[in-house]
């Protein structure tokens, strides 16, 4: 089998499987947040932070438990990594340097995940398992809350109420995150990947050439399945998913990609369920499809083009990628992590073909939509839905509906000032960093690539990926600071529109439909909804691509 149809066979496999999960998870998550009932377990967590499981939260109370929650992780975080040095298993290493704490403690709150040192030589094993790879879980669990909030927005009826961020995230966190990750990490040790408690100081081993290694091990798997299933992205070792310690054959590749997607292409299903119009998610899960097929052949086709001596003499843009997995299948990775709010690599994207580069950027100027990030995937294709509706309400000179819901003013607005915020933060960023000496100070490269590193950064930052360019050397005060800052206002302040959303949509009563009405479960509303999206983020990123990717693949 040659190499295009391996990878045709590998994409159209990952398909398969996503299809086949899609309605029993959907439903699943359905259930979990429709119940009632609360475990012995979740009832003890409760008592432990006084919290009444029963009594329900406006969207400003609900606004305000996502930020404390959030408050106290940072700091919790920070200090932890500040202390490393006191506690067990640090394996010798120093306290981690004040701005880097910083920013990786707001990363792996904010779900973003971005790493600006190795972690193999940077942190101890419980830091590493009580710090971030708990944040794994709690920063995916707040993702989906904040989605359940807005859908329950869609739902009820004249109410001030979305529901308690305290049950929705341990609920998220226990009964869906967990179970899932444990099975993951299972599977995946059965495949090579490492979990252990090893001190690298006692694994010195001899190489082939004479000389010595270092072997660093670690508890990699149980991390490694939340950092896919949660779209968190932080890898173990400073190679991420490259290194075969995480990802350690090609149908581990396979799994771990398909971990990524598992769950927000199921909450689609979830969406229509609790909104108790299942088509409605389906169309969800349409545009999604489209928008994410559309990025996958394209990054597939641009990594397959080999221009210049060497590409050629060996059929495809092979730079950077990992020989075990091959072109076309570390494309789809590639695709699949900057699409979701993951961030995780497993072949390097500084490297691919400037087009190549520039679908890794798209997708995450796209919002991230398609299917997103865990929870923040569905909560921005419900808002670019609204924006949809209303465009077409002016175009026929009607008040729109969605789901039964008017949108008017106060909604529009909550819906732009969403969509403002990623790109204010992307475009400002890139210009500071620009702009100033501290900013240029980590460019390696000049030009057109030069930019389009700075570019990526931002854009992963102010998107809460994680991922980077590479070629840019970011572990400075400069780059820690101003990263950081994105990936803050990134996550919090497009929650906070989201939930103020979802309040005013959840006081309103229902509008029923009329002749005038827009079909939103059909392909006509799929089309618009994908169309919006792509010219949305055409208009407010094509300058800046322009000058960075596109003028390099032009020269």
């Not at 008592?47 to 305000?64: F, N, S, T």
């Not at 880097?100 to 030589?121: L, M």
């Not at 204010?424 to 702009?435: E, I, P, Q, T």
Request: proline share 4%; hydrophobic share 50%.
């Amino acid at each position: 089998m040659g190499p295009t149809s391996a990878g045709i066979l590998f994409l159209g496999s990952l398909l398969l499987a996503l299809v086949l999960t899609h309605r029993p998870l959907g439903d699943y998550m359905y259930k979990v947040y429709s119940g009632t009932r609360h475990s012995r377990v979740e009832r003890v967590l409760y008592r432990l932070i006084g919290v009444d499981p029963g009594g329900e939260q406006r969207w400003g109370v609900y606004a305000r438990s996502v930020l404390a929650f959030s408050v106290v992780s940072v700091l919790f975080l920070y200090g932890f990594q500040r202390v490393q040095d006191r506690l067990l298993l640090s394996l010798g290493f120093d306290p981690v340097k004040p701005d880097q704490a910083w920013n990786t403690a707001v990363s792996f709150v904010t779900n973003t995940n971005w790493q600006s040192y190795a972690g193999e030589s940077t942190m101890g094993h419980l830091v590493q398992m009580a710090g971030l790879a708990v944040q794994n879980f709690v920063s995916a669990a707040v993702g989906m809350a904040v989605a359940v909030a807005l859908v329950r927005g869609f739902a009820r009826r004249k109410s001030d109420h979305l529901g308690n961020f305290w049950v929705d995230l341990t609920r998220g966190s226990l009964r869906i995150l967990l179970p899932i990750a444990f099975a993951g990490a299972v599977v995946l040790v059965s495949g090579g990947l490492v979990q252990n408690f090893w001190d690298p100081a006692h694994h010195t081993v001899d190489t082939v050439a004479g000389g010595t290694q270092t072997l660093t091990g670690g508890p990699v798997a149980s991390q490694e399945a939340i950092k896919e299933l949660g779209t968190n992205g932080g890898g173990f070792f400073n190679a991420n998913s490259a290194h075969p310690f995480e990802n350690a054959a090609a149908w581990t590749n396979w799994l771990e990609i398909f971990l990524i997607l598992l769950i927000p292409f199921a909450l689609p299903r979830t969406f229509g369920r609790m909104v108790d119009q299942v088509r409605q998610g389906y169309a969800i899960t349409a545009v999604m499809g489209v928008l994410a097929l559309v990025s996958v052949s394209l990054t597939m086709i641009f990594q397959g083009m080999h221009h210049g001596t060497v590409p050629t003499a060996v059929g495809a843009a092979t730079e950077g990628t990992e020989a075990r997995f091959g072109v076309l299948n570390s494309a789809v990775f590639a695709a699949a992590t900057t699409l979701t709010s993951t961030g995780a690599v497993d072949s390097f994207h500084d490297s691919y073909t400037s087009l190549g580069g520039m679908m890794t950027m798209v997708d995450m100027m796209l919002g991230e939509v398609a299917p997103g990030g865990v929870g923040s995937g569905l909560y921005g294709m419900l808002v670019l839905a609204v924006i949809t509706v209303f465009v077409a309400g002016l175009m026929v000179g009607r008040t729109p509906e969605y789901l039964g819901k008017r949108i008017g003013a106060r909604e529009i607005k909550f819906a732009a000032m969403y969509f403002l915020v990623t790109p204010a933060l992307v475009l400002a960023g890139s210009a500071a960093a620009m702009a100033t000496g501290s900013g240029r100070a980590g460019l390696l490269n000049s030009g057109p690539h030069g930019l389009s590193e700075v570019l990526y950064a931002f854009t992963s930052a102010s998107n809460n990926n994680g991922s980077a360019f590479a070629g840019l050397t970011v572990d400075t005060v400069w780059y820690d600071t101003a990263l950081g800052l994105c990936m803050a206002f990134g996550r919090f302040l497009p929650i906070i529109f989201v939930l103020a959303l979802a309040g005013s949509l959840a006081r309103q009563g229902h509008t029923p439909e009329s002749d005038g009405t827009l079909p939103t479960h059909r392909p006509l509303f799929v089309g618009l909804v994908a169309g919006v999206t792509v010219v949305l983020v055409a208009l407010t990123f094509l300058p800046a691509l322009a000058l960075g990717p596109l003028a390099e693949g032009i020269h």
